[in-house]
C-alpha cells in the first residue's frame, strides 16, 4: 500500500513540478517522495522509476498520437535510427523514471544518513527475534 501511495505521490509532484520548473525537477520530486515516506532503498528507486517512467511514457504516448507519430518517427529515426516511434516513447519514460528514481534513492538514504538508523539485515533481525548479545550476569 505504501509503494502505491509513493507512486502516485511522486507522480503528482512531479507533474505539479513539470508545470513549473525544468525536467529534471522530476528528480525533486524524487528525493521529497523518498525522503518523505519511509521506504527501504531498493523500493523508493523502483517507486520512483515507476511513477515518472508511467507519466513520461503515458505523456509522450498521447502527444504522439495526437500528431499521428510524425514528430516521432522522425525523432526515432534521427536518434535511434528505428521507424518505430514506441522505442522512443519508452526511452523517454526510461529517462525521466531513471532521473526520478535516482532522486527517491538519494531522499531515501539521506533520510536514513541524518536520522542515524542504518539498519542492516542483522540489526533488523536482531530486532525482530529479541535477541541480543548480552548474556545475564
Do not use: C, H
Amino acid at each position: 500500500m505504501k509503494f502505491i501511495f509513493a507512486v502516485i505521490s511522486t507522480a503528482l509532484l512531479a507533474y505539479a513540478g513539470g508545470i513549473f520548473l525544468p525536467w529534471w525537477s522530476v528528480a525533486l520530486a524524487g528525493f521529497i517522495s523518498g525522503a518523505w515516506l519511509l521506504q527501504r532503498p531498493g523500493t523508493a528507486f523502483l517507486s520512483g522509476f515507476t511513477s515518472v517512467f508511467l507519466l513520461w511514457a503515458g505523456f509522450a504516448f498521447v502527444r504522439s498520437q495526437a500528431n499521428d507519430d510524425l514528430l516521432a518517427t522522425r525523432f526515432a529515426q534521427l536518434i535511434l535510427k528505428s521507424d518505430n516511434p514506441l522505442l522512443l516513447v519508452l526511452l523517454t519514460g526510461v529517462i525521466g523514471g531513471l532521473s526520478a528514481g535516482l532522486g527517491a534513492l538519494a531522499g531515501s538514504l539521506g533520510r536514513s544518513l541524518i536520522s542515524g538508523k542504518d539498519q542492516t539485515a542483522a540489526d533488523t533481525l536482531e530486532a525482530t527475534s529479541g535477541a541480543s548479545d548480552q548474556q545475564p550476569g
